[in-house]
């Protein structure tokens, strides 16, 4: 069995996310190849200094600008807004693999009553009318309805009638996101806008335990090195213990992973065999990795599983949106910092767009991290490239550097 260190499992994953040495991500071109990598990216509406997916894409593509990540979803359509972790954004060429989760939201739908006749008309009305929002579709009323695209919630309570009937079609898969105008989204017919031999192609899938194979094989993926534990980043999975083993094991057996153990932590660690060569690269030692400073998203795939990243990079991280303000420790939207081979702190930003201004609410150093002014300067080259990502013209700092 494969034993490598912390630092060497720290190493190999930066590497593989492309958050260390040279950028291997870059533009409009960067920014699909690394959500393809990745398999997902999470979306989230929330945007303090810019949303969660531009976010994940600005820290380690070259020239990023968030109207790449629109020109991918809604011109070029190579991307897609569906779920997956949560609700995600990942390629169109992958659309046949989740033939099921759509054939289990019809039938689903197929179980409220009245559901199909709204249907029908919403789809009649797309039809001659183009892209809808559900404020625009003219189906008054409610309806008892819950989508299967987020199994928690209350079934008693009835939704808008247009809004429910846009979500199922959307989750049926007989609908995209045409364009979204800050959070409100608006829906056309997927014949519209993808090929139809992704819309026509069968499953690549023979049954649901290849489905989830080859989700945990994304899922590795994105991550770089998981471990046997029940993880957040398998969230959306249908993962209990025992068939994360039985799927780790075949995956193994199959040689579409490999093994490995970390000194000083128990579970035993996977990534893909594609990536073998990294691995020995690492082992052998002796890359000379540029150093680059980089602010994190939240729910970016690097920090899915915050209990791993502490275990392997000796880092807390919360994401403290949801937490009350006087209970906060560091801030609202507070985002992790890289540097070179170790996370170096956490900043909390806020973008006023009105004004033009950055502003940084907030700055803390690790304990250990020697302030030096080759740190300082990286941190403002680093936020000079953040303000021009959230279309701003200068900064205003609120604490010291």
Same mark, same amino acid.
């Given at each position: 069995?494969?034993?490598i260190?912390?630092?060497?499992?720290?190493? %190999? =994953?930066?590497?593989?996310?492309g958050l =260390?040495?040279?950028?291997r %991500?870059?533009?409009k071109?960067?920014?699909?190849?690394?959500?393809?990598?990745?398999? #997902?990216?999470?979306?989230?509406?929330?945007?303090? #200094? /810019?949303? !969660? @997916?531009?976010?994940?894409?600005?820290?380690?593509?070259?020239?990023?600008?968030?109207?790449?990540l629109?020109?991918?979803?809604?011109?070029?359509?190579?991307?897609?807004?569906? @779920?997956?972790?949560?609700?995600?954004i990942?390629?169109?060429?992958?659309?046949?693999?989740?033939?099921?989760?759509?054939?289990? &939201?019809?039938?689903?739908?197929?179980?409220?009553?009245g559901?199909?006749?709204l249907?029908?008309?919403a789809?009649?009305?797309?039809?001659? !009318? $183009?892209?809808?929002?559900?404020?625009?579709?003219?189906?008054?009323?409610?309806?008892?309805?819950h989508?299967?695209?987020h199994? &928690?919630?209350?079934?008693?309570?009835?939704?808008?009638?247009?809004r429910?009937v846009?979500?199922?079609?959307?989750t049926?898969?007989?609908?995209?996101?045409?364009?979204?105008? $800050? &959070?409100r989204?608006?829906?056309? +017919?997927?014949?519209?806008?993808l090929?139809?031999? =992704?819309?026509? @192609?069968?499953n690549?899938?023979?049954?649901?335990?290849?489905f989830?194979?080859?989700?945990?094989?994304?899922?590795?993926?994105?991550? /770089?090195?998981?471990?046997?534990? !029940?993880s957040?980043?398998?969230?959306g999975?249908?993962?209990?213990?025992?068939?994360?083993?039985?799927? +780790? $094991?075949?995956?193994?057996?199959?040689g579409r992973? #490999?093994?490995?153990?970390?000194?000083?932590?128990k579970?035993l660690f996977?990534?893909l065999?594609?990536?073998?060569?990294?691995?020995?690269d690492?082992?052998?030692?002796?890359?000379?990795?540029?150093?680059?400073?980089? %602010?994190?998203?939240?729910?970016?795939?690097?920090?899915?599983?915050k209990?791993?990243?502490?275990?392997?990079?000796?880092?807390?991280? @919360?994401?403290?949106i949801?937490?009350?303000?006087?209970?906060?420790?560091?801030g609202?939207?507070? +985002?992790?910092?890289?540097?070179?081979?170790?996370?170096v $702190?956490?900043?909390?930003t806020?973008?006023?767009?009105?004004?033009?201004?950055?502003?940084?609410?907030?700055?803390?150093?690790?304990?250990?991290i020697?302030?030096?002014?080759?740190?300082?300067?990286?941190?403002n080259?680093?936020?000079?490239?953040?303000?021009? %990502?959230n279309?701003?013209?200068?900064?205003?700092?609120?604490t010291?550097?």
């Open positions: 069995m494969l034993t260190t912390k630092k060497q499992a720290a190493q %190999f =994953i930066l590497l593989r996310q =260390i040495g040279d950028y %991500f870059n533009k071109e960067g920014a699909y190849e690394y959500v393809c990598q990745a398999g #997902c990216i999470q979306y989230d509406p929330v945007d303090v #200094c /810019g949303k !969660n @997916a531009q976010l994940t894409l600005q820290s380690r593509v070259k020239g990023f600008k968030k109207s790449m629109d020109e991918l979803l809604y011109k070029d359509r190579l991307l897609v807004d569906y @779920a997956d972790k949560e609700l995600s990942w390629p169109v060429k992958d659309w046949p693999y989740f033939s099921s989760y759509r054939d289990r &939201s019809r039938q689903l739908g197929e179980t409220f009553k559901l199909d006749k249907k029908d008309e789809v009649g009305y797309i039809e001659k !009318n $183009g892209p809808v929002s559900s404020d625009m579709l003219p189906i008054k009323g409610e309806i008892f309805w989508s299967s695209m199994w &928690s919630g209350n079934w008693q309570k009835p939704s808008p009638a247009a429910s846009l979500e199922q079609l959307y049926d898969g007989d609908l995209v996101i045409h364009h979204k105008k $800050g &959070s989204k608006y829906y056309d +017919l997927s014949v519209r806008h090929p139809k031999e =992704i819309l026509d @192609a069968k690549p899938c023979k049954d649901e335990e290849s989830i194979s080859w989700r945990v094989l994304r899922r590795i993926g994105a991550v /770089g090195l998981l471990w046997d534990k !029940n957040p980043a398998f969230l999975i249908d993962l209990k213990a025992d068939m994360r083993k039985k799927i +780790l $094991g075949k995956l193994t057996k199959e992973i #490999c093994p490995v153990t970390v000194e000083g932590v579970p996977y990534y065999t594609e990536d073998d060569g990294l691995m020995k690492v082992i052998k030692g002796g890359l000379k990795l540029k150093p680059r400073m980089s %602010f994190i998203a939240p729910l970016d795939p690097l920090m899915w599983d209990s791993l990243i502490l275990a392997l990079f000796d880092y807390s991280y @919360a994401w403290e949801y937490t009350p303000a006087a209970k906060r420790k560091y609202y939207y507070t +985002l992790p910092i890289i540097y070179g081979e170790r996370f $702190g956490r900043i909390d806020v973008a006023d767009r009105k004004e033009g201004v950055l502003i940084v609410k907030g700055l803390w150093w690790g304990k250990d020697r302030q030096t002014k080759r740190l300082k300067d990286e941190l080259k680093t936020l000079k490239r953040f303000m021009i %990502f279309d701003c013209k200068s900064i205003k700092m609120l010291d550097i």
